[in-house]
């Protein structure tokens, strides 16, 4: 073993001699097995982060005695800082070569970015402010558009004309939407019948381990409407929070994002095509606040998209959801017109968050903002202030990573008319390490 590793070392060696002696000084190209000591040294650091920050970890299922080993070393945030750099500096000295295989040269570029942006996780921390902007781009690697007032003006006169009447558009949105709320009593009836739905498209196009599955548990008291913790083992447990009353639409659009093809299909192919068959052991670990969640809930978005392209969508709800649910489907296609325009609202909510964590506004004025513009109900507003105190910025992953993750799909020939394609492009985007600034 001795020997060989010297050899590899020599080699390393000789090659950085001859490109600096050819005067085009390039590192020596890396392989992806010489990753491993810094993968292996990330994940450690991942999980040293998250004795310090309790959201940091979202999933890990690598060897459990590097998990107990952070909880009794508690390594402080200085040193936690000082040895990512020197990891960042290592993988900066060994870049891949543009002809080396892409997965190996995506697995450097990924390492890199999470690291740096576990860096400026650890600045937050140590009690740093980054500007909103600053923030998401240091931790997910992608910068949010900003939209003025007058771009959700012109969607809110539309939806006006949807629903034409007096006093205020959200009284009159919230009093229509309310014959669309999914009675408590069938809730899980219909979570479970779109979750098969959700699930039937999916393995009709992506390949799934025989032993994946997961579980759902209903919850209260969260800032979030639904969530999947990863257990590894292809195994996930989802969360959906009843605090508020849960809407017709919320059905699939939790089952796909945070089930069938979003978050479960998601860490279960890192898992079997990264973690077991490659050794990659650094997806084995979800490390929240970083580039990763943008692609995490632009594919989880977007997915819902995948399932159920075109009018596939309101034809199914109107045939098996609507009647589970009790509710009157020849209401569907309006209710779905209406729905599609408020999502179209959904950068109101990066606004409010920009302007609220640049201390623009307050707490009060945000939740203002986000029934204003954002068409939400207030409790629902309030919910959402609670979401953005805890998880910042990370608002841009939901809508800004859906349109990216829409369009690197597309720009590989995924488009609408190309299906098969599009759940070719998705299904490696999926199992992949690419990060946001790689999907252009
Ligand atoms: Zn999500």
Redesign the pocket.
């Known amino acids: 073993m001795m020997r060989r590793t010297l050899w590899l070392s020599f080699l390393g060696i000789a090659t950085l001699v001859v490109s600096a002696c050819q005067g085009d000084f390039r590192p020596y190209a890396t392989d992806a097995t010489s990753m491993n000591p810094i993968a292996e040294s990330y994940v450690k650091l991942v999980l040293a982060v998250g004795q310090h920050d309790p959201d940091y970890v979202d999933a890990y299922y690598g060897p459990p005695e590097w998990k107990t080993a952070s909880e009794r070393q508690k390594i402080s945030l200085g040193d936690i800082r000082s040895q990512a750099d020197s990891l960042i500096a290592q993988l900066r000295s060994a870049v891949p070569a543009a002809e080396d295989d892409e997965m190996v040269r995506l697995r450097h570029q990924y390492l890199r970015r999470q690291l740096e942006a576990l860096v400026s996780r650890v600045r937050m921390l140590s009690g740093e402010t980054l500007s909103f902007d600053e923030e998401a781009k240091a931790l997910y690697d992608a910068v949010p558009p900003s939209h003025t007032e007058a771009e959700f003006q012109k969607v809110l006169a539309r939806l006006e004309g949807e629903l034409p009447g007096s006093g205020d558009l959200i009284d009159r949105y919230e009093a229509y939407k309310e014959d669309f709320v999914i009675p408590s009593d069938r809730l899980d009836a219909v979570f479970q019948a779109a979750i098969d739905a959700c699930r039937e498209r999916t393995v009709e196009h992506l390949t799934l381990p025989a032993e994946e599955k997961f579980r759902v548990e209903y919850v209260t008291d969260k800032s979030w409407s639904g969530y ?1 913790w990863y257990q590894g083992g292809f195994r996930s447990v989802i969360q959906i929070n009843t605090d508020l009353p849960i809407y017709i639409d919320r059905a699939i659009d939790l089952a796909c ?2 089930g069938y093809p979003g ?1 479960h299909v998601y860490n279960v192919l890192l898992e079997r095509e990264l973690v077991r068959d490659r050794g990659w052991v650094e997806a084995s670990i979800y490390a929240l606040f970083s580039p990763q969640s943008l692609i ?2 632009g594919t ?1 978005n977007f997915g819902i998209e995948i399932a159920f392209p075109g009018e596939e969508r309101v034809a199914y709800e109107k045939d098996a959801l609507f009647p589970l649910a009790g509710l009157a489907p020849d209401e569907a296609e309006r209710y779905y017109r209406i729905v599609r325009l408020t999502e179209e609202l959904s950068y109101a909510g990066n606004e409010a968050a920009r302007r609220y964590l640049n201390g623009q506004i307050d707490r009060p004025q945000a939740a203002d903002w986000l029934v204003r513009y954002a068409m939400m109900p207030r409790p629902r507003a309030e919910q959402r202030v609670q979401f953005i105190d805890q998880y910042r910025s990370y608002v841009i992953n939901y809508n800004l990573g859906k349109d990216m993750v829409r369009d690197y799909v597309t720009a590989q020939g995924g488009t609408k008319d190309q299906l098969e394609r599009r759940w070719e492009v998705f299904g490696r985007l999926l199992a992949s390490p690419r990060l946001p600034s790689s999907l252009n």
């Open positions: 999947n994002h945070e978050h995490a809930e989880a």
